[in-house]
């Protein structure tokens, strides 16, 4: 049986060769988020970017929720794959990493379709769920603080609709989720995180071993 492919350094610039469509925008952007601190580490790959949008458009998405902004790479990726007159939220509990990203949104032709919401995350979902949004929106992205992701999943399956996708970025979280001697918060919410969608019944789960693990979740009907 077929193993995982280890994806070594040259075999990475291969796929990015053969398989990356980022354009000028998108390069630019994340190559001014490299250059902050824990840029690198809290930006996702390109590759991933592409991989949502690809979702989002399969949806398709009208309404895209998203809970992390940082610098808004993922964000102006989602916005451009939405379906026409489509609206994309977007939440983080700083206005100071998103506004890195509005310049390019507005460079995209863009910025009209996004909604920044700053705030506590929960706060936040928990009143889009009190403002009749529960079953309204199509597809979820989730790559916040990972101490609270079982808080932002269990919002985020109210607000999806039956058969909407819910996307997870660092359910591998570096390796640290089978480290016995990793017992931090994040790590501890990451592992529940897994645990919880894994025994729900309600949803269809598939966890890809690409970046630092994306989980896709689909909500049964």
């Known amino acids: 049986m ?3 492919v280890d994806t070594s350094a040259p075999l990475g610039a291969y ?3 053969v398989s990356l469509r980022e354009d000028d ?3 630019q952007l994340r190559e001014l988020t490299a250059e902050l601190p824990m840029g690198t580490a809290m930006q996702i790959m390109p590759e991933e ?3 949502l949008a690809m979702l989002a458009r399969l949806t398709p998405a009208r309404n895209v929720l998203e809970i992390g902004t940082f610098t808004g790479y993922s964000t102006l ?10 609206r994309l939220i977007t939440c983080d509990i700083t206005n100071r990493w998103p506004r890195i990203g509005a310049e390019y949104w507005q460079r995209a032709g863009v910025a009209d379709r996004i909604d920044v919401r700053i705030g506590d995350a929960v706060d ?10 529960a079953g309204s929106f199509d597809f979820v992205f989730i790559d916040a603080d990972k101490r609270r992701y079982p ?5 985020a399956r109210t607000l999806v609709h039956d058969q909407g996708l819910i996307a997870v970025d660092n359910t591998l979280f570096f390796g640290r989720v089978i480290d016995p001697a990793a017992d931090d918060a994040d790590t501890a919410g990451v592992r529940d995180f897994n645990l919880l ?24 009907p």
């Open 77 to 86: 990726c989602l916005a451009r794959a939405l379906a026409p007159n489509g």
């Open 124 to 133: 936040t979902l928990t009143t889009l769920i009190a403002d009749q949004r």
């Open 15 to 17: 796929i990015r060769d």
């Open 197 to 220: 969608v894994r025994d729900d019944p309600a949803v269809d789960v598939s966890l890809i071993p690409m970046a630092d693990g994306i989980t896709l979740i689909r909500k049964k």
């Open 2 to 4: 077929a193993q995982q």
């Open 49 to 51: 970017g592409q991989l």
């Open 151 to 155: 808080d932002y999943y269990r919002l």
């Open 25 to 27: 925008i998108l390069r």
